[in-house]
Structures are given as structure tokens and as C-alpha cells.
């Protein structure tokens, strides 16, 4: 039984900045943490994660970063996906969803070139609780996630007008 999902308080639309970060990214790569291995003993698998995201990010025309692409991208652009769990003694799982997108920034230093990785745009995380029968359905949380980046991704990367 799924006892429902709380999205914490974020405001929904991305600010400007959050917008302007996204702006000329030519992809992305696609870091999915380490599920629990109750989650996955329960039916929730890191490949279906990646799967899902990566079809979904495909699909969007925002491409997915190789390893190699990656290392040869100045701004390091990575999409961060991260589920953490704990099964409760009611045998629910107890989940926080979060996705970030994060990048090579630049610090506002004279005469300084230092670049930080950081966190530039992020969904609002999702908190909830679900029964273990039913964790493939935290995907489903997980790609309206994908779904709010994508969104924010085309509002700052508009198609060329042919």
C-alpha cells in the first residue's frame, strides 16, 4: 500500500539563477547512488533507475555523458539521483528522494580560476513511506523528478526556430 509521498517546502518554479545555470549545458552525466539492499531485495533496482533516467533524458534530446565525456567536459555537468531508505519495523520502507543537478562553478576571487563542483538546480526532494511490495512505484517519483529537469533544462536550452 502506498502511504503517499511529501514533496518539502521548495517553490515550484526553479529561480532565474537555478535557469540561467542550466544554460548551454550540452549534456549530462547520470551519477544514481547505491540503493539499499532492502530496496532491492523489495523490487526497487538501481539499473531500472538508470534505465528509466536514461530513456527519459534520451527521449528529451538532452544527451547522457559517457565517463570520458564527462572527464573532457570543463563544467563537469552530472544529474545526481539519490535514494535513501530505511525499513521500518511496520516492514515499510521509509524513503527520501532527492536529484540535484551539479557542475564546475567558478568562485568570485581576484585573479583566481579555482572552479568547485556544485550544486546549481534540484528538484524538490520527495519524503514518503511505501510498502514493501509495492517500492517499484518510488520510480515513479523519481521520474516526475527527471520530468521537473527536464522542463527546467528546455526553459533555459529552447530549440533553435527553424
Given at each position: 500500500?502506498?502511504?503517499?509521498?511529501?514533496?518539502?517546502?521548495?517553490?515550484?518554479?526553479?529561480?532565474?539563477?537555478?535557469?540561467?545555470?542550466?544554460?548551454?549545458?550540452?549534456?549530462?552525466?547520470?551519477v544514481v547512488d547505491h540503493l539499499q539492499a532492502t530496496l532491492?531485495?523489495?523490487g526497487l533496482y538501481r539499473s531500472a533507475i538508470i534505465g528509466?533516467?536514461?530513456?527519459?533524458?534520451?527521449?528529451?534530446?538532452?544527451?547522457?555523458?559517457?565517463?570520458?565525456?564527462?572527464?573532457?567536459?570543463?563544467?563537469?555537468?552530472?544529474?545526481?539521483?539519490?535514494?535513501?531508505?530505511?525499513?521500518?519495523?511496520?516492514?515499510?520502507?521509509?524513503?527520501?528522494?532527492?536529484?540535484?543537478?551539479r557542475q564546475n562553478v567558478g568562485l568570485l576571487i581576484p585573479?583566481?580560476?579555482?572552479?568547485?563542483?556544485?550544486?546549481?538546480?534540484?528538484?524538490?526532494?520527495?519524503?514518503?513511506?511505501?510498502?514493501?511490495?509495492?517500492?517499484?512505484?518510488?520510480?515513479?517519483?523519481?521520474?516526475?523528478?527527471?520530468?521537473?529537469?527536464?522542463?527546467?533544462?528546455?526553459?533555459?536550452?529552447?530549440?533553435?526556430?527553424?
Open positions: 500500500m502506498l502511504l503517499g509521498s511529501l514533496q518539502l517546502a521548495h517553490a515550484q518554479a526553479a529561480p532565474t539563477s537555478a535557469l540561467t545555470s542550466l544554460e548551454g549545458v550540452n549534456g549530462v552525466f547520470l532491492e531485495s523489495d528509466t533516467a536514461q530513456r527519459k533524458l534520451k527521449a528529451a534530446g538532452i544527451p547522457v555523458l559517457s565517463n570520458e565525456e564527462l572527464v573532457n567536459n570543463p563544467r563537469q555537468p552530472n544529474l545526481h539521483i539519490s535514494v535513501q531508505s530505511t525499513l521500518t519495523g511496520s516492514q515499510l520502507h521509509a524513503y527520501h528522494l532527492s536529484i540535484q543537478f585573479n583566481s580560476d579555482v572552479q568547485v563542483l556544485a550544486t546549481t538546480w534540484e528538484a524538490p526532494p520527495i519524503t514518503g513511506a511505501i510498502a514493501r511490495d509495492q517500492v517499484e512505484w518510488v520510480n515513479d517519483e523519481i521520474t516526475g523528478m527527471i520530468d521537473a529537469f527536464i522542463r527546467a533544462y528546455r526553459m533555459a536550452n529552447p530549440p533553435a526556430e527553424e
